[in-house]
């Protein structure tokens, strides 16, 4: 493991200048981390759908609930993902611990 190059599990704002540059960093993120960004992400846009219905944006809230049940299946994609790459990532895991909302996302999922 000591040549290999580890899974980043942060974002490095400091290299940071547009957005563009952020959604890279983003999707380079090691998956369970990658996961527990974008479940934060449907958390954050569920939230924006129902204030928006509470203020009667009805339309907006909907297409925020839509965009959101897609971003969901995307997040159980990536977490397929995740479990075919976890028996390799054992080192990286003592290294920095796995994400515990995105095990508890598998973990869910075998329910």
Same mark, same amino acid.
């Not at 219905?53 to 907006?60: D, E, S, T």
């Given at each position: 493991? #000591?040549?290999?190059? @580890?899974?980043?599990?942060?974002?490095?704002?400091?290299?940071?200048? =547009?957005?563009?540059?952020l959604?890279?960093?983003?999707?380079?993120?090691?998956?369970?981390? $990658?996961?527990? !960004? $974008?479940?934060? !992400?449907?958390?954050? =846009?569920?939230?924006?759908?129902?204030g928006?219905?509470?203020?009667?944006?009805?339309? $907006?809230?909907?297409? @925020?609930? #839509?965009s =959101?049940?897609? &971003? #969901?299946?995307?997040i $159980?994609? !990536?977490? #397929?993902?995740?479990? @075919?790459?976890?028996?390799? &990532? =054992?080192?990286?895991?003592? &290294?920095?611990?796995?994400? !515990? @909302?995105?095990?508890? &996302?598998?973990?869910?999922?075998?329910?």
């Open positions: 493991m #000591e040549n290999e190059k @580890l899974h980043p599990v942060k974002i490095d704002s400091q290299n940071i200048k =547009t957005n563009y540059q959604g890279v960093q983003v999707a380079e993120l090691r998956y369970d981390q $990658l996961c527990e !960004f $974008l479940i934060g !992400f449907a958390d954050s =846009t569920r939230k924006q759908a129902d928006d219905r509470v203020k009667g944006r009805i339309m $907006l809230s909907d297409k @925020l609930n #839509e =959101t049940d897609i &971003l #969901e299946k995307v $159980l994609k !990536f977490s #397929e993902i995740m479990e @075919l790459c976890d028996k390799h &990532l =054992t080192d990286e895991y003592n &290294l920095h611990p796995k994400s !515990f @909302l995105a095990d508890e &996302l598998i973990i869910s999922k075998r329910k």
